[in-house]
């Protein structure tokens, strides 16, 4: 069964930064996509950012492009997301779901029904 185990969250003031990062064990086939997505409280989750193990292809939200950097290491099966210049408005519980991926060119976006397996979360809260 897919394991996600999320980490490297903190607290951090605004304009620092952090690299979170995602562990994937479990997975019966090496295609795979994994998303960052995001949830404050009384929000609903926001997709952040998308890779894929084939290409590698990344994907942002317009909210995060130029700030935030998603990478995958494929021999680890750990995706890092570098969250930088972060705002008040990042702060969130930061999630990495999962989905097996059939081709390269039937990636997931960033809604979060396309992902099925989910990690614990990972608490990410910027002072002003």
């Known amino acids: 069964e897919v394991q996600l185990v999320e980490s490297g969250g903190g607290l951090v003031q605004a304009g620092g930064s952090l690299r979170l990062s995602c562990a994937a064990s479990?997975?019966?086939?090496?295609?795979?996509?994994i998303g960052w997505f995001r949830q404050a409280p009384g929000k609903e989750r926001e997709g952040v950012s998308s890779?894929?193990?084939?290409?590698?292809?990344?994907f942002y939200a317009d909210s995060v492009k130029g700030r935030f950097t998603i990478s995958i290491d494929n021999a680890k099966d750990t995706v890092y997301l570098q969250v930088n210049s972060l705002k008040p408005e990042d702060a969130a519980v930061y999630y990495c779901?999962?989905?097996?991926?059939?081709?390269?060119?039937?990636?997931?976006?960033?809604?979060?029904?396309?992902?099925?397996?989910w990690g614990q979360g990972t608490q990410v809260t910027v002072s002003s």
């Open positions: 779901g999962f989905t097996y991926v059939a081709a390269a060119t039937m990636l997931p976006g960033l809604a979060s029904y396309e992902y099925d397996r």
């Open positions: 890779i894929n193990s084939i290409d590698g292809r990344a």
């Open positions: 479990g997975f019966s086939f090496d295609e795979y996509a």
